[in-house]
């Protein structure tokens, strides 16, 4: 009996083994092709790092210079869901930075990619680094949809006196 376990185990650890192998020559294989792939998907679809909209698919937002309330009204309901417990609407900190002014220190871009792209603008962005050093607290990803991020920034705006 003991010999039947040891040479079943044995067994599974020559499959698990194999097999494992397999998955290592073909991710290193994959990643090989899809390197080049990805390269030009990242070159085409979120072009090159650039500090003042940070890093992700926003690279133009145009904005109207009279508020949209209507977008702001949506921003303001995406607030009170996903954004107030750490955000308040002043200059004061809360578990993140305050909103107030947060659209004269940030491009649209900028405020767009981060909310959408959280992990990544922290991990690359220099002030967004420079925030966390601060809050001490990694934003989690809200997981907003573009629109959402859109009425999120001008609901930033109407909080900043845009009318």
């Known amino acids: 009996m003991k010999k039947l376990v040891i040479l079943g185990l044995f067994g599974i650890l020559l499959i698990a083994c194999s097999s494992s192998s397999q998955k290592n020559e073909t991710s290193a294989n994959d990643a090989g092709t899809s390197n080049n792939a990805s390269t030009k998907t990242t070159t085409s679809a979120n072009p090159a790092y650039d500090p003042n909209r940070g890093e992700g698919k926003f690279t133009h937002v145009d904005i109207s210079p009279s508020l949209d309330v209507s977008m702001a009204d949506n921003g303001s309901k995406v607030y009170n869901i996903k954004c107030s417990s750490c955000h308040k609407l002043t200059d004061e900190k809360l578990v993140g930075p305050g909103w107030k002014g947060v659209t004269q220190r ?58």
């Open 106 to 163: 940030h491009t649209a871009e900028w405020i767009m990619n981060f909310v959408t792209n959280t992990d990544d603008m922290l991990t690359k962005d220099p002030k967004a680094q420079a925030m966390l050093e601060i809050c001490l607290v990694r934003m989690p990803n809200q997981h907003l949809t573009d629109q959402e991020a859109r009425d999120v920034y001008e609901f930033m705006r109407k909080n900043d006196g845009i009318k």
